[in-house]
C-alpha cells in the first residue's frame, strides 16, 4: 500500500503541474479577453474537439484495460489491434467532422453570426485534428499506464498543457486569439510523439497497424460503447451549459466557463492522479477475484474524497468573491466580469465532492463489467433532473440557474451510483 500511494503521490505531483498550467491557460483568456465575444469564440470552438477527447479516448482506453487483463490471447497481437482500430476510427470521424463544420457549428451553436461565427470556424479547425493526437495519446497512457509507466503518461499531459499555453499567448500578438487553436494542434501532436517515442522505447508492444479483427477488441468496443455514452452523458453538462448560456447575456458562456474551470480544478488534480493509478489495479484485482482489496480501495477512496474535498468546497464556498478575484480579476477581467462570474462560482463549489465522487465510484463499475448502470443513471440526472432544475431556475437566477442544475443533478447521481453499489456489491 505504501508502494500504491508512493505512485499516487508522484502521479498527483506531475498531474498538478499540469492542471495549473491548463488553468493558467484560461486565465490568461480572461486577463487578455474578458467575458468578450472573443472569450465565447474560444471556448465554444475547443468544446466539441474536447469531447470527442475525453469521451471517446476515455471510453476506448478503459475498455482496452478491461479486456487487456481478462484476455488470454496474444496481448502483442491484441494491443496491435487495438491501436489500429483506434487510429482508424479517430481519422475517420474527424475528417468526417471536418467536411461538415458549418453544419455542425450551426447545430449547436445557432446564435452564432458575423465576426463571432468566422473566429470560432477558423478556430474549430485549428483544434478539430488535434483530436486525433489527443485520443491516441490517451490510449497510449492507458498502455504504459498498465504497464506501471504512470510517470510518461502524466509527464505528456504536462507538455500538452505547457505547450498549449506558451503557443497560445506567444503568438497572439501575430494570430490574434487563432494562436490558440495552433497552440491546441502543435501541443496535441507534440505530446502524441512524445507517448509513442515512450512506447517504443520501453520496448512493450509494437504499435504496427494490422488490419484484422478479433474477438477481443469486438470485446473491447462492447465494453466501450456503453462508457462512450455515459461518458457523452457527463460531458453534455459542459455542452448544455454553453448551449443554455448562449441563450443569455452577453459574456455568459465564458463566465460559465470560468466559473466551472475553477471549481473543477481541485477535484480534477485528485481524480487525475487517484484514477490513472487505482484503475489499472482495480481491473487486475477483479480479474483476480480479489473482493476483499476492491471493497478496502473503494472505501479508502471514499474517505479521502471527504477529507480533501470538505474543506475545499467550505474554502471555495466562503471565500468565492476574493479568491475568484485573486485568480481572474486582472486586465480586461472587469469588475462586471466578477460580477457576472463569482454568484455562479460559488454555487459550482458545491458540486465538488459529487462530481468527483461519481467519476470514482464509475470506475468500480468499469472494472466490474458493469458499463450501462452508469449510463442509465446519468442520462436520467443529466438530461432529466439537470434540465429541469436549470429551465425552472432560469428566469430567476439567470446563468447561476446552470450551475445549480449540475450541483443537485451530480448529487442525485451520487446517491444512485452509491446506492447501486452497495446493493449489487457490498461496496
Excluded at 26 to 33: A, F, K, L, S, T
Excluded at 104 to 124: A, P, T, Y
Excluded at 352 to 367: D, E, G, I, P, Q
Aim: with cysteine; charged share 10%.
Amino acid at each position: 500500500m505504501q508502494k500504491f500511494i508512493k505512485i499516487i503521490g508522484t502521479v498527483a505531483v506531475i498531474n498538478i503541474i499540469a492542471r495549473l498550467l491548463g488553468f493558467f491557460r484560461d486565465v490568461i483568456i480572461g486577463y487578455q479577453y474578458g467575458t468578450t465575444d472573443t472569450a465565447n469564440a474560444i471556448v465554444v470552438a475547443y468544446t466539441l474537439p474536447n469531447f470527442i477527447y475525453l469521451v471517446l479516448g476515455g471510453a476506448l482506453t478503459t475498455a482496452f484495460i478491461s479486456v487487456y487483463h481478462s484476455s488470454a490471447q496474444d496481448k502483442g497481437l491484441f494491443v496491435r489491434r487495438s491501436f489500429t482500430s483506434v487510429l482508424t476510427t479517430i481519422i475517420l470521424l474527424t475528417v468526417m467532422i471536418v467536411l461538415f463544420t458549418d453544419p455542425i457549428l450551426q447545430f449547436f451553436f445557432k446564435d452564432l453570426d458575423g465576426e463571432s461565427w468566422q473566429m470560432v470556424r477558423q478556430l474549430f479547425l485549428w483544434m478539430m485534428p488535434s483530436t486525433i493526437f489527443l485520443v491516441l495519446a490517451t490510449w497510449m497512457s492507458g498502455l504504459l499506464n498498465i504497464n506501471g509507466f504512470f510517470t510518461l503518461s502524466s509527464i505528456a499531459v504536462l507538455l500538452y498543457n505547457l505547450l498549449f499555453l506558451v503557443i497560445g499567448v506567444l503568438f497572439t500578438s501575430l494570430t490574434g486569439p487563432v494562436s490558440y487553436g495552433i497552440g491546441a494542434f502543435i501541443a496535441a501532436v507534440v505530446m502524441g510523439g512524445f507517448l509513442y517515442i515512450g512506447v517504443r522505447r520501453t520496448k512493450l508492444y509494437s504499435l504496427k497497424p494490422i488490419y484484422s479483427s478479433s474477438p477481443d477488441v469486438k470485446q473491447m468496443w462492447r465494453l466501450a460503447l456503453p462508457i462512450i455514452f455515459g461518458g457523452a452523458t457527463l460531458q453534455f453538462y459542459f455542452i448544455m451549459h454553453r448551449l443554455v448560456a448562449a441563450g443569455l447575456e452577453s459574456g455568459a458562456i465564458s463566465a460559465v466557463n470560468y466559473a466551472s474551470k475553477l471549481t473543477g480544478f481541485p477535484q480534477a488534480i485528485l481524480m487525475t492522479a487517484v484514477t490513472t493509478v487505482i484503475y489499472p489495479l482495480l481491473s487486475k484485482k477483479q480479474g483476480e477475484g480479489d473482493e476483499k482489496t476492491i471493497r478496502s480501495l473503494y472505501r479508502k477512496g471514499m474517505l479521502y474524497l471527504v477529507a480533501l474535498l470538505t474543506p475545499a468546497t467550505i474554502i471555495a464556498y466562503f471565500f468565492a468573491d476574493p479568491l475568484f478575484r485573486l485568480v481572474f480579476g486582472h486586465g480586461n477581467f472587469t469588475e462586471a466580469s466578477i460580477a457576472l462570474t463569482v454568484p455562479i462560482f460559488k454555487v459550482f463549489t458545491l458540486s465538488m465532492f459529487f462530481l468527483a465522487a461519481n467519476t470514482y465510484v464509475t470506475r468500480f463499475y468499469y472494472a466490474k463489467g458493469n458499463s450501462l448502470i452508469p449510463v442509465i443513471f446519468s442520462l436520467v440526472n443529466v438530461f432529466a433532473v439537470n434540465l429541469l432544475v436549470t429551465y425552472s431556475l432560469i428566469d430567476e437566477f439567470g446563468a447561476t440557474a446552470i450551475a445549480y442544475g449540475t450541483v443537485i443533478s451530480a448529487a442525485t447521481n451520487f446517491i444512485m451510483l452509491a446506492c447501486y453499489a452497495r446493493w449489487k456489491w457490498r461496496l
